[in-house]
């Protein structure tokens, strides 16, 4: 059975501090790993898509990074903006993602 | 405002009352999800359609679920008897393919009192 496991759970950063959020995976045969944020009350937003080791994206102060056994999101010089709930997504088959519970960031200015 | 719309956004209902749900996805993806996601956890899988195909389903869906895409465009979600258990946030999603990222709709909040 496909797993993810996000840590920490929650994260709390001051403006500026940079840091970086941990998702690890176990799946059997790597289709994608996703990473989307998700503000309260309202529906994941697609972020990034890595797809084999060593892989690497970047939207503004986020980077994804992708290993073969887990994929760090790194945040640099956070802003208030950023303070979301973060998950990670694993596909395995070819439809259906595999998500783990989510780090929530809080960054304080 | 091309994204996925759900609607309704809330929906408060009574044990033992039949509920439904739709999700139209962005227009051009062929391929169309809904997940569960109660508080404190990520989205759970529920089922899979590739145009009006219905290709996946969860364990999680239980008997009294039943999800349809009769034209390929929009689906329904449909949930019957309900218990207090299925309390969550019901997500929709769409995608071009197995490729890309799925992009979720608002969701929409079910409370079962």
């Known amino acids: 059975e496909d797993q993810v496991t996000q840590s920490p759970e929650a994260l709390r950063l001051q403006e500026g501090e940079s840091s970086s959020l941990n998702c690890s995976y176990t799946v059997s045969g790597l289709r994608g790993l996703f990473w989307y944020r998700q503000d309260p009350g309202k529906g994941p937003e697609f972020l990034f898509t890595l797809y084999s080791a060593g892989e690497e994206k970047e939207k503004e102060r986020l980077k994804a990074t992708l290993t073969k056994k887990e994929s760090f999101l790194h945040i640099t010089a956070p802003k ?7 998950l990670c997504a694993a596909r395995s088959g070819y439809s259906t993602l595999t998500f783990g519970k989510g780090t929530m960031l809080l960054v304080s200015p | 405002d091309t994204g996925v719309s759900q609607d309704p956004r809330h929906k408060i209902t009574k044990r033992g009352q039949n509920v439904t749900f739709r999700c139209d996805p962005i227009s051009e993806h062929n391929r169309l999800y809904w997940y569960r996601q109660t508080l404190g956890q990520g989205p ?16 999680l869906l239980s008997d009294r679920f039943s999800a349809e895409r009769p034209k390929g465009s929009f689906s ?7 218990e207090q258990g299925d309390s969550a946030m019901y997500l929709c ?10 992009f979720f709709g608002p969701g929409t909040r079910l409370t079962v009192l």
């Open chain 2, 76 to 82: 329904t979600l449909e949930i019957q008897r309900t």
């Open chain 1, 80 to 86: 208030p903006e950023d303070s979301a709930t973060y």
């Open chain 2, 93 to 102: 999603a769409s995608s071009t393919n197995a490729s890309w990222g799925q």
């Open chain 2, 44 to 59: 759970e899988f529920l089922t899979y359609f590739q145009n009006e195909a219905q290709l996946e389903k969860s364990r």
